[in-house]
Nanobody, 121 residues
């Protein structure tokens, strides 16, 4: 069974920074892509950033130059460094990972429970 646990959300003033972490645990054979999504009230869930196990990254246009995604493959952990935060970044941030569990050896999509990020103006 695979679990993703996020941490690092909170309340910050505009212009401030936060660092999110997401650790995958359980009996995992491999993890390919990992990423962060966000969902604001009344809006659709959107991709914020993603990273492959080889380190290739992809960002939403709205966060390019402000957010940086990274991962530690040895720890099965993905990070999101968020700088120059804006009120419009306020949302629940969810971790996502494409994992192959040892029990099934079948790739599947896993989600964390989400962490709230609130940016005040």
């Amino acid at each position: 069974q695979v679990q993703l646990v996020e941490s690092g959300g909170g309340l910050v003033q505009a212009g401030g920074s936060l660092r999110l972490s997401c650790a995958a645990s359980g009996s995992i054979f491999s993890i390919s892509a990992m990423g962060w999504y966000r969902q604001a009230p009344g809006k659709q869930r959107e991709l914020v950033a993603a990273i492959t196990n080889g380190g290739n990254t992809n960002y939403a246009d709205s966060v390019k130059g402000r957010f940086t995604i990274s991962r530690d493959n040895a720890k099965n952990t993905v990070y999101l460094q968020m700088n120059s935060l804006k009120p419009e970044d306020t949302a629940v941030y969810l971790c996502n990972a494409d994992c192959v569990p040892l029990a099934t050896m079948i790739p599947n999509d896993y989600w964390g429970q989400g962490t709230q990020v609130t940016v005040s103006s």
